[in-house]
């Protein structure tokens, strides 16, 4: 009877039906679409933010507290190193897993033929390690400087070019040298001298433009520097720092000692900073301020707006359907009376009309969640270029919101509901 | 013990007393008809009786309970155990069957029985329509469709509040005859109509004006006689179609 009743209603107001489950639809495919962004985005933002360039540097302590005491920048050579055997360390350290990207740096300076000096680095491109963890990963300024345009020839391919003698030169260099992709430099460094084929030229848009680049070992050969490295440049995955990660960074004595593992086991960029410093001997690692502070920034304000977005549209929601119920309601007010008259309590009639609205909310909202799925997608690929992956958390939650959107809109029409007397609806004929 | 009295019922709406002092008694398997002008408080008699509304002042004993000052809660169960009304507008949900119609009533009530909601069609002379939406009834065909859901649950008191007024004297007819048949069986009936060819078969009729009881007027000549044989009756309403 209940069922044969249910059917009734849902086959004769199918359209106002329609229109909730569409309402309920509409609301769910936007919660899930935020939801599974909003789950996803921390490692997509971080990603995208990854791109503009290493989050954590590492330089030897001698030319730290040089730096510290004369304020330069990224002064010359100072005769300290750091060593290029215990790089792989890096992978090793507590959060070796939000270690995404690191390269190794070390400036030597070059004369060209005609006298010219040059400032040549060697790095890291694609530099391919298989770490103790059975991992393996590709790591280098290839994706470090992910904002270098190429503007002719190609991206230095060290893995297949093993001990090949070849470069890539800063655009503004190229010009004033005049020369392009496929040239030869004759670089003399202080130990030895080398041709150097062009591969590519780049426009990095700063001081990198007028340097040369070159495979970490062939620059080290240049300098007879074998094993020695000036600074890396690492690309963590970190949580916004917070007081205790100041506090801590500024005096570790300063906290107790459960503080202090919280923010150890915290992938705080100054926690991860201490934990390289750890790894590499003498050496100084200090979060790159700005880019850290700016990436916990503009990630707590995407959440912030997909939250709202989220409550916003399912307000929305809940709006549409209280009025839509409502009006269902109203238009059985008649037979909602005749029930009462012929005996049905409150209750009875209550959950007929609330588990035909729930029968449509489950279906607008399976539809929903499948739509809101293939919305975040659109959203994965324009804003984070990638695919969003399916967190399972967001089916109960969206679950839990579609319940909780469709008992909200359900509320007046049901409080209408109770109020109903059958005396007022029935005897039109007073 | 009577079955139903009331005793000095008042019904006010701010200056309006609908009803004004009214008190009667009706006897159980009386028939029982009110008359009385448009706005003279028939079905707001009717609705406290029912258990649909409450008075302003005074006591309404059914089966010896005030139902006065019951909560709608307890109303709904009086409703559903000793009352079964029947609606000038029917009032059938127009997407059950006429035999689910009936169920209905068995269904908030107690469990639905087919069989037996089948039977209660059968008694108003509505077998063969069991399978038929209210739509594809007649008028008349539609308050025999009531009556029977209106006996389905075996009610003390039927309530029929102008239950021939949407009908053409054929089915007025038909209608009437049910209660008599009714009657027979023993179950109470208070009938509201404007038509006195109606309430005049009654054993009593009670006269409202301006909210008070005007008139009681016995009918003398009651007889509890059917006024035709049901085989006439049914005959009656096939070729009325
Ligand atoms: N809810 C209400 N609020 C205010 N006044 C009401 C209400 N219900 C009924 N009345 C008034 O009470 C009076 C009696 O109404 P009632 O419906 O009982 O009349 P009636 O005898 O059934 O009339 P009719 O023969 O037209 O059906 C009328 O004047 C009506 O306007
Ligand atoms: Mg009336």
Redesign the interface.
């Known amino acids: ?2 069922g ?2 249910i059917r ?2 849902l ?2 107001q199918w359209k106002k039906m329609l229109m909730i489950a569409f309402t309920i639809a509409l609301g769910a495919s936007l919660a899930s679409a935020m939801l599974s962004v909003m789950l996803d985005v921390e490692d997509k933002v971080n990603q995208e933010l990854k791109t503009y360039g290493a989050n954590i540097t590492v330089v030897p302590k001698s030319a730290s507290v040089l730096n510290d005491i004369y304020e330069v920048e990224g002064g010359e050579t100072t005769g300290a190193y750091l060593r290029e055997d215990e790089l792989g360390k890096i992978k090793t350290i507590f959060w070796a897993f939000n270690i995404v990207d690191y390269a190794p740096f070390v400036n030597v300076k070059g004369t060209l033929e005609d006298g010219t000096d040059v400032s040549v680095v060697g790095s890291w491109f694609n530099h391919h390690m298989e770490l103790p963890t059975g991992e393996e990963l590709d790591a280098g300024i290839a994706s470090l400087r992910s904002w270098w345009e190429i503007e002719s020839g190609e991206w230095l391919d060290e893995q297949s070019n093993e001990n090949a003698q070849i470069a890539m030169i800063g655009t503004s260099l190229a010009q004033k040298l005049g020369v392009s992709v496929g040239d030869t430099l004759h670089i003399k460094g202080s130990a030895s001298d080398g041709d150097f084929h062009i591969t590519g030229i780049f426009d990095a848009g700063g001081d990198e433009d007028d340097q040369i680049f070159v495979p970490l070992n062939t620059a080290q050969a240049l300098a007879n520097l074998d094993g020695c490295i000036d600074s890396i440049e690492v690309s963590a995955l970190t949580t916004p720092e917070n007081e205790l990660a100041i506090k801590v960074a500024q005096d570790p004595s300063s906290v107790t000692v459960s503080q202090y593992e919280l923010w150890y086991c915290t992938a705080y960029a100054s926690s991860i900073c201490y934990q390289i410093q750890e790894v590499i001997t003498d050496s100084v690692a200090s979060p790159v301020r700005q880019v850290a502070d700016s990436e916990g920034a503009i990630l707590e304000k995407t959440k912030l707006l997909m939250i709202l977005i989220t409550i916003l549209s399912l307000i929305g929601a809940a709006l549409g359907i209280c009025n839509l119920v409502t009006a269902s309601v109203m238009e059985r007010s ?2 909602i ?10 209750g ?1 009639i209550s959950g007929l009309v609330l588990t035909e609205i729930f029968i449509t909310a489950i279906f607008g909202g399976v539809i929903g969640f499948f739509a809101g799925f293939g919305f975040a997608q659109i959203i994965g690929q324009t804003v984070f270029n990638s695919a969003i992956t399916l967190k399972p958390m967001v089916i109960p939650i969206v679950s839990i919101l579609v319940v909780l959107v469709t008992l909200a809109g359900s509320i007046p029409a049901i409080r209408m509901l109770l109020r109903l ?3 007022e609806v ?5 | 013990m009577s079955l139903l009295e009331l005793r000095n019922i008042y019904k006010i709406y701010g200056e309006l007393h609908a009803l004004d002092d009214v008190s009667l008694k009706v006897e159980k398997g009386e028939w029982v008809s009110i008359m009385g002008p448009s706005g003279s408080g028939k ?1 707001t008699m009717m ?1 406290i009786i ?1 258990c ?2 409450k008075p302003s002042k005074g006591e309404v004993l059914l089966d010896g309970v005030d139902i006065s000052k019951e909560s709608s ?1 307890n109303l ?2 009086i ?3 000793k009352i079964g ?1 029947i ?3 029917f ?1 059938l ?4 069957t006429a035999v ?1 119609n009936v ?3 068995q ?3 107690s469990i ?1 029985d087919e069989k037996e909601a089948l039977e209660a069609l059968d008694r108003v002379g509505l077998a063969d329509r069991a399978k038929h939406l209210p739509s594809q009834l007649s008028g008349g065909e539609q308050q025999r469709v009531c009556v029977a ?1 209106a006996l389905i ?1 075996y009610p003390e008191i039927i309530l029929a ?2 239950p021939t ?1 949407n009908l053409d004297e054929a089915n007025e007819e038909i209608v009437v005859d049910l209660f008599h048949k009714l009657h027979n069986e023993g179950t109470t009936l208070i009938v509201v109509t404007h038509d006195p060819e109606v309430a005049e078969v009654a054993q009593r009729t009670l006269v409202l004006r301006s909210g008070r009881l005007a008139k009681e007027i016995v009918n003398k000549n009651f007889t509890g006689k059917i006024h035709f044989d049901e085989g006439d009756a049914f005959r009656k309403e096939e070729i009325h179609e």
């Open positions: 009877m209940f044969r009743m009734g209603t086959l004769r008649s037979e009376g005749l029930m009462k008259a012929i005996g049905a309590q409150n009875a007397r059958p005396a029935l005897h039109g004929g007073r | 079905s609705n029912g649909m509304d809660r709904t169960t409703r559903r155990d009304l609606f000038q507008q009032h949900v127009n997407y059950l689910e169920m209905l009533a269904y908030y009530h639905p859901r649950n509040d102008e007024g």
